[in-house]
């Protein structure tokens, strides 16, 4: 089993930046990969970035610039940096762990774990 906990999220004005964290705990040394996916309200749920073993990072294109995933081992966290943020960025936001996947897997079928998620608000 593992355990993940978001936090980090809130209410940043647009343009603003915020910095996700994702703490898992468990076993955690069976997880060989970490993501992030977020979901709007009355959309599907989509992949942002995600970190496998060795630093392998796969991040969607569409937000490569403005997010980026990082991993500390020592704390067993993995986290979102988010710049730039804007209205449509306005969503749950979702850390996953996956047990079997050795590549960074832009599917969220991939991932074992999920945390409760943690709201990020972006207003004008």
């Known amino acids: 089993q593992v355990q993940l906990v978001e936090s980090g999220g809130g209410l940043v004005q647009a343009g603003g930046s915020l910095r996700l964290s994702c703490a898992a705990s468990?076993?955690?040394?069976?997880?060989?990969?970490m993501g992030w996916f977020r979901q709007a309200p009355g959309k599907e749920r989509e992949f942002l970035a995600a970190?496998?073993?060795?630093?392998?990072?796969y991040t969607k294109h569409s937000v490569n610039v403005r997010f980026i995933i990082s991993r500390d081992l020592t704390k067993n966290t993995v986290c979102l940096q988010m710049n730039s943020l804007y209205l449509e960025d306005t969503a749950v936001y979702y850390c996953?762990?996956?047990?079997?996947?050795?590549?960074?897997?832009?599917?969220?079928?991939?991932?074992?774990?999920w945390g409760q998620g943690t709201q990020v608000t972006v207003s004008s």
């Open positions: 996953a762990a996956g047990l079997r996947t050795r590549i960074p897997s832009r599917e969220a079928k991939e991932y074992d774990y």
């Open positions: 468990g076993r955690t040394s069976t997880a060989s990969a």
């Open positions: 970190i496998s073993w060795g630093d392998r990072i």
